[in-house]
């Protein structure tokens, strides 16, 4: 798996999976988890074990306000301006944005 910092895109990004899988984990305000840490650090941390025993979206609202998904060929991600947002590719994956 390929990690990356969370950081802010300047920008509305569309992003595009073309191949293989691609995890983003987003939130509208600067999340609980340090965005100089790297997404894979972040997927280990004490703050994502609590957010995948949270049992609805309003629980992770609470916890850390981050949302996750993951990206398969074909799908794509709109993400508005000034959003958080880091990435982890699961395995090879080609995407654009």
């Given at each position: ?65 981050v949302l ?30």
């Amino acid at each position: 798996e390929r990690e990356r910092e969370s950081h802010l895109s300047s920008c509305t990004v569309f992003s595009e999976v073309l191949y293989g899988q691609k995890r983003w984990f987003i939130a509208a305000q600067r999340p609980l988890f340090s965005p100089d840490e790297t997404s894979f650090r972040y997927v280990h941390s004490d703050v994502y074990r609590q957010l995948q025993q949270a049992r609805t979206p309003a629980d992770e609202a609470q916890l850390a306000g981050v949302l996750e998904c993951t990206l398969g060929p074909g799908e794509v991600l709109y993400l508005p301006r000034d959003w958080w947002h880091a990435t982890l590719n699961i395995g090879q994956s080609v995407f654009i944005s």
